[in-house]
């Protein structure tokens, strides 16, 4: 992929993020040199990509603990321009810790968080915190330690330790995810086309006729094929009660021919297809 021409790749911030340093990994792996974009949610992430034909974004996708981000994908498949795709994934271990302006573990009450940072650390939470801690959620990890400053020194916040280095905090504790093995999967996206590598996923959303049978005849389509799904979840419509949008990722790219005719085969049993990108594992 050639980004020479990228001007500015938006994230969900504030600076110190764990998109940001998603976003760090993504402009090093690519020699991608563009103005960082940090945004106030995931929407602005996509919308922006959407009207700035000259830019990329990146969205956290997946948890290994909270599962899929919904509302990178609800995003992400309705957007203006069609060629809006994945491009690459980046697979990142997370480290929360505990930030606070004070040095003294035992003064905290209230904790300040995004709301999946607050589930993967709710052993923690329930374990080592005062019963009645107080729980706010705010729109991601970096936002939430740059609120502090605005509270007196009974709040703490969960994020990384860039974050902590960010807004100036102490980290009164390292590793305070329930599961040490927690991951989250960033997706690099934009308007641009990828080349097969012989290890790739593609990603699609579609939605079937809602009677008996319609979501397995698709689903016997990838077996027909022998292509392997690794990935599927179902989202709201959200144009009429009870029916849904399925998203899949699947091995193979769609410049490669058994690819590209198992998509033709799943868009004839459709009624909604769209095509989120083929990509690099």
Request: aromatic fraction near 10%.
């Amino acid at each position: 992929m050639n980004f020479d021409d990228v001007q500015t790749i938006a994230y969900l911030g504030p600076h110190g993020s764990f998109s940001e340093m998603a976003t760090e990994s993504f402009c090093d792996k690519y020699s991608i040199f563009a103005n960082p974009m940090p945004l106030t949610t995931i929407r602005q992430v996509v919308e922006y990509v959407d009207d700035n034909p000259n830019s990329l974004g990146v969205l956290p996708v997946e948890n290994s603990i909270e599962g899929t981000v919904t509302e990178a994908l609800d995003n992400l498949m309705f957007t203006k321009n069609p060629n809006i795709k994945i491009l690459s994934e980046y697979v990142m271990p997370i480290h929360h810790c505990l930030l606070a302006r004070t040095t003294e573990i035992s003064s905290i009450m209230n904790v300040i968080s995004h709301p999946q940072a607050l589930a993967q650390c709710q052993n923690f939470i329930h374990n080592e915190l005062p019963m009645r801690v107080n729980i706010i959620e705010a729109t991601s990890t970096a936002e939430a330690a740059r609120s502090l400053v605005n509270y007196n020194l009974t709040y703490a916040a969960i994020g990384s330790k860039k974050t902590a280095e960010t807004y100036y905090l102490n980290v009164l504790k390292e590793n305070i995810n329930d599961d040490k093995t927690n991951r989250t999967r960033f997706v690099l996206i934009g308007d641009f086309e990828t080349e097969p590598t012989k290890n790739d996923r593609t990603s699609l959303a579609f939605s079937t006729a809602n009677e008996p049978g319609a979501l397995l005849e698709v689903l016997k389509v990838f077996l027909e094929n022998n292509i392997n799904l690794s990935y599927i979840a179902s989202r709201p419509s959200k144009q009429k009660f009870g029916e849904y949008i399925f998203i899949v990722n699947f091995d193979g790219h769609i410049k490669n021919k058994e690819t590209f005719k198992t998509i033709e085969q799943v868009l004839a049993k459709t009624d909604f297809l769209r095509f989120l990108g083929s990509y690099s594992k």
